[in-house]
């Protein structure tokens, strides 16, 4: 039985996975909303009434897809995400091939210091989890540099010496709203998944590799 999802924007169907019809802008505005008291996550104030437990975030790229298509454990949770965002151009294309054009791609990387900008006006406070030792907590820095106000409660990195549940509850114990996880696909996802209730979060969202581009220099593809 599949979970009921919150739908956070109407989705476009993207070869069996559920995309989000959103913009940049509607996407920072939405994960960085105050928190509703009680309700156990973020009141984002579209579409269906929030239910139990965070609200789970990741994004669809075409490497994804390629992955999806095989591995049934990844296509289930993007099929169950609250919100699977088009990070990749490919989707946005593959959208209106398919008759349903997605407004356009959502890159973390394009816009993850306004995405700061707006947590920290709201107090929301951020954890990561991922990368080699020390790339999370230099990505942490580069943004608090940019926003100083920024609330980094936990910087921890991704290689676990177990399933990972010790890292996912010294991230409750944080007190982080919001949990980016930054382990690629389809790892990432599935760790995420599991240790979702743990992590204690309001919102859970999957980033891929946006902590090495910050904080270890990891180029990315030309604009």
């Known amino acids: 039985m599949m979970r009921q999802r919150s739908r956070l924007w109407p989705d476009a169907d993207v070869l069996g996975v559920p995309v989000c019809r959103v913009t940049v802008s509607e996407f920072i505005e939405g994960l960085s909303q105050p928190q509703a008291r009680g309700a156990g996550r973020l009141d ?45 151009q490919a989707i946005v294309w593959a959208s209106g091939w398919l008759g349903d054009r997605l407004p356009e791609r959502v890159n973390a990387g394009d816009f993850i210091v306004e995405f700061c900008r707006q947590a920290a006006r709201r107090g929301l406070r951020l954890a990561l989890v991922g990368g080699r030792p020390g790339v999370a907590e230099r990505a942490a820095s580069r943004w608090k540099q940019e926003v100083p106000d920024l ?7 991704g290689f676990f010496a177990d399933d990972g549940a010790a890292a996912a509850e010294s991230v409750a114990s944080s007190g982080a709203d919001i949990v980016l996880v930054g382990m690629g696909v389809p790892l990432q996802e599935k760790w995420a998944w599991a240790q979702r209730e743990r992590l204690g979060a309001r919102v859970i969202w999957c980033v891929g590799a946006l902590f090495e581009y910050y904080g270890e220099g990891r180029p990315r593809a030309p604009v």
């Open 44 to 88: 984002i104030g579209h579409g269906q009434a929030a239910g139990e437990g965070p609200l789970f975030v990741t994004y669809l790229n075409a490497a994804c897809s390629n992955i999806a298509a095989d591995d049934h454990d990844y296509r289930q949770i993007l099929r169950e995400a609250d919100c699977v965002y088009a990070d990749g």
């Open 151 to 157: 609330q980094v409660v936990a910087t921890l990195d």
